[in-house]
């Protein structure tokens, strides 16, 4: 097994989406990621969180459409493409995810 860094990205910031969002809106949005949880089941390490705008520390800029994060356990990544092919964030327009393996670190 191995983990695998689900970064969600969008055009909107996940704090405009959660200032604008009714309480039906976010309960329905919230109702949907846990849907998506359970069925992904014991893959899901940490179900993780929104993200406020970032900072970039040295020369770069930060990327402000990275809007969420979540923690997968999968054998290959095609399994948690597999699992992510109905993930609620793609119902939203221009929604986007990325998935990137955590590496061994040599001698660790």
Do not use: C
Request: aromatic content about 6%.
């Amino acid at each position: 097994m191995s983990k695998y860094l689900v970064l969600y990205r969008s055009p909107t910031s996940a704090r405009e989406q959660m200032a604008n969002a009714t309480p039906e809106q976010a309960k329905a949005g919230m109702d949907a990621w846990m849907a998506w949880a359970g069925k992904a089941g014991s893959a899901v390490v940490d179900l993780g969180a929104p993200l406020g705008t970032g900072e970039a520390v040295g020369s770069d800029t930060a990327d402000d459409e990275i809007s969420g994060f979540s923690i997968l356990d999968a054998d290959t990544r095609a399994d948690v493409v597999t699992l992510l092919e109905d993930h609620p964030h793609l119902h939203m327009p221009g929604a986007s995810i990325e998935v990137h393996e955590f590496l061994s670190m040599p001698g660790m």
